[in-house]
C-alpha cells in the first residue's frame, strides 16, 4: 500500500479547506472533491498505467481537486482520498468494467459480470489492422506545415498555457503526423470524458440499423407516463432538446457532480427532474440525459450480459478499438456521459468510422444515414450541437469547414471529422479553448492538405 501525499501550499489554501470545514453547507463539497480525486486515480493508475506521482503531477493537480490525498493499494486496486482526514472516499478497479466510485454500502466481494471481448487478428496495416501501417507520401500535403502545427498547440520552452498530450492526424487513412508528451505513447489510454457522448449514439445508431430501436418513439420511462415527459421522444434526448431541468456545472454542488460523485445509480438522475421547456423549444447539454439513455439503452436487451457485450461485439471490437473501456456505475451501467478510455490511435479509428458514414473496411457498422442524424443541428443550438456531437455548422470555428463536426470531452479531448478534407484529428489535454486556438489549429492543417 503507497500513501502520496500532496502538497498544500499557501495560506489560501488552508483558509479554503478551513471554509470547507467550518460551514455546514460547504462541507459536503469535500465528497465531491474526494470522489473526483480517488476514482481519477484509481483509472489513471490501474486503466492508463499510469504512476500515482504522474497522476498527481498532471491530472489531480487543479483546485480544489488538489486538497486531496490519495492512498492506493496496489495490490487490491483500491484508492482512498481524503481531505486531512475528513470525507473519504474509496474507488475499485474491476477487470473489464474499469474503476468505480463506491459507498459504504457497496458489496466489493460481490461477484460481477464482465463484458465479453473478441480480438482476431486481420493481418493488415493500421487503421484496419494490427500491422504498423503502409506509408505513403501525398504530394498535396505541406508536411512541415503540418508538422509545425502540430508543435505549435504543445508546450514548448517550460510552457505550461497549452497542456496538449498527444496528436494525431489521419489524411485518406494514413497517419500524416502524431506526437506525445515524454511519458505517453501510441500505447497509452486516455480518458475521453464527454467523448463517451459519442460513442453512446454510435451504440444507438448499431442498434437503430439492427432495428432493435427506433429512435423516434417516446423515451420508454415509467416515471413519466402519467405527465407531460411522455411526450419526450429519444430522439429529443440525443439532441439534448428534451426541455428537462438540469444544472450542468462542475464548479459546484450540482447535479452533474452529485450523479458523477454520489449516485450509485447515474441513469436515474435525470429521470426525475421536471419539464421546464417543451421538447425542441430549449436546447441544453445535459451528462443526466446520456446517463439516462445509457439506461433506456440497458432495457434493450433480456439479460444484463448481453447489455455488456453488445457496444464492444457489434461495434467496438468490431473495427479493432481492443483499448477501449467503458466504465460502469455502482449500478453495472455504462457511464455514458463521460467514461470511456482509449488509446488516441483506436479514437482515430472512432472518427475514420465516421468519416467513411460508418463503413469498416467493407462491413456497414451503421447506416450512412446515421451521420446526417447526428450533423444534423439539433433545435435552438445555434448550429453547434446534433445528435451527442459538436458541430461547426454554426461557424463556432469560423475558420475551419463548415462540415466538420467533433467528439468533445472536458479539458479539451477532441475526434474532429472534417469530410469535406478527407481529414480526422485527435488531440488530447489538459485544457480545451481557454489554452488552445483550436481554430487557428484546425485552420492551417486543412491549409496544408489542400
Known amino acids: 500500500m503507497t500513501r502520496f501525499k500532496k502538497t498544500i501550499g499557501g495560506i489560501l489554501i488552508v483558509l479554503f479547506v478551513a471554509i470547507c470545514i467550518a460551514a455546514p453547507l460547504n462541507y459536503p463539497k469535500l465528497a465531491i472533491i474526494t470522489g473526483y480525486s480517488a476514482k481519477n486515480m484509481n483509472s489513471s493508475v490501474f486503466i492508463g498505467n499510469r504512476s500515482m506521482e504522474f497522476t498527481d503531477t498532471y491530472d489531480n493537480n487543479f483546485a480544489p481537486v488538489n486538497l486531496a490525498d490519495d492512498v492506493v493499494n496496489v495490490k487490491e486496486k483500491t484508492t482512498v482520498a481524503s481531505v486531512f482526514g475528513l470525507k473519504e472516499r474509496k474507488a475499485i478497479y474491476r477487470e473489464g468494467l474499469g474503476s468505480v466510485l463506491i459507498n459504504e454500502d457497496f458489496d466489493e466481494n460481490s461477484p460481477v459480470l464482465i463484458p465479453n471481448r473478441t480480438k482476431t487478428e486481420t493481418r493488415l496495416s493500421y487503421p484496419y489492422g494490427e500491422l504498423p501501417q503502409k506509408d505513403t507520401v501525398f504530394n498535396t500535403i505541406d508536411y512541415a506545415k503540418v508538422n509545425r502545427t502540430v508543435t505549435s498547440i504543445f508546450d514548448v520552452n517550460q510552457e505550461s498555457e497549452k497542456k496538449t498530450r498527444a496528436v494525431l492526424v489521419l489524411y485518406k487513412d494514413q497517419i500524416i503526423a502524431e506526437k506525445y508528451v515524454d511519458e505517453l505513447d501510441k500505447n497509452s489510454r486516455l480518458l475521453g470524458w464527454s467523448m463517451t457522448k459519442s460513442i453512446l449514439a454510435t451504440i444507438y445508431g448499431v442498434l437503430q440499423k439492427q432495428e432493435g430501436i427506433n429512435i423516434k418513439d417516446k423515451a420508454p420511462i415509467d416515471e413519466w407516463q402519467n405527465d407531460e415527459r411522455k411526450e419526450i421522444t429519444i430522439n429529443n434526448l440525443l439532441q439534448m432538446n428534451c426541455g428537462l431541468e438540469w444544472e450542468e456545472d462542475y464548479g459546484s454542488i450540482s447535479d452533474a457532480t452529485k450523479m458523477l460523485y454520489i449516485d450509485r445509480d447515474m441513469t436515474t438522475s435525470q429521470i426525475h427532474k421536471k419539464v421546464i421547456h417543451k421538447p425542441n423549444e430549449h436546447w ?43 466504465e460502469t456505475d455502482m449500478a453495472g451501467n455504462y457511464v455514458g456521459s463521460s467514461y470511456a478510455w ?109
Open 342 to 450: 482509449a488509446t488516441v490511435r483506436d479514437w482515430g479509428k472512432f472518427g475514420l468510422l465516421y468519416l467513411h458514414r460508418g463503413n469498416w473496411n467493407g462491413t456497414q457498422i451503421f447506416d450512412p444515414q446515421w451521420v446526417d442524424y447526428v450533423t444534423t443541428p439539433s433545435p435552438t443550438s445555434e448550429g453547434d450541437y446534433g445528435g451527442h456531437f459538436w458541430l461547426n455548422a454554426g461557424g463556432f470555428y469560423p475558420d475551419a469547414p463548415r462540415d466538420m463536426f467533433s467528439a468533445n470531452g472536458f479539458q479539451g479531448q477532441r475526434v474532429f471529422i472534417i469530410p469535406s478534407k478527407d481529414l480526422v484529428i485527435v488531440r488530447f489535454g489538459l485544457i480545451g479553448d481557454a489554452g488552445v486556438d483550436f481554430n487557428r489549429f484546425i485552420k492551417e492543417i486543412t491549409e496544408a492538405v489542400e
Open 284 to 326: 441544453y447539454y445535459s451528462s443526466g440525459v446520456s446517463n439516462l439513455l445509457s439506461g433506456i439503452l440497458r432495457k434493450q436487451f433480456s439479460t444484463y450480459q448481453e447489455y455488456l457485450d453488445y457496444p464492444y461485439r457489434e461495434f467496438i471490437d468490431k473495427i479493432g478499438m481492443h483499448s477501449m473501456l467503458l
